[in-house]
């Protein structure tokens, strides 16, 4: 649920983000695992608290995450989005 995962998320970063723009400060393999995630809640939108927008946008700046998205719009078979 989007509720909880706003919730963990801002759990880790009043608690252990300090130094840096993801959870625990720097960038972990917990940010990598949440990578998927983070893309849902850019990809659907909606309103997210400002702690959540500040970490959406850190993990999607990071060179992989464009790197990533750089690569998906190269495929030649794009599958159709949920409202096609």
């Keep these: 649920q989007r509720a909880r995962i706003e ?5 880790c970063r009043e608690e252990y983000g ?5 959870l ?3 960038f972990t ?8 995630v983070v ?3 850019d990809t659907y ?3 997210l608290a400002p702690v959540t927008r500040a970490y959406v946008d850190a993990v999607l700046a990071l060179p992989a995450m ?3 998205y750089a690569e998906a ?8 989005g949920p409202d096609e």
């Excluded at 300090?18 to 993801?22: A, I, L, M, R, T």
């Excluded at 719009?73 to 159709?80: H, Y």
């Design 7 to 11: 919730a963990i998320w801002r759990q």
């Design 18 to 22: 300090h130094g840096g723009p993801f």
């Design 24 to 26: 625990f400060g720097h």
């Design 29 to 36: 393999a917990a940010d990598a695992m949440y990578a998927p």
């Design 39 to 41: 893309t849902r809640f």
């Design 45 to 47: 939108g909606g309103e």
């Design 66 to 68: 464009r790197h990533w």
């Design 73 to 80: 719009a190269k495929e030649p078979w794009p599958e159709p």
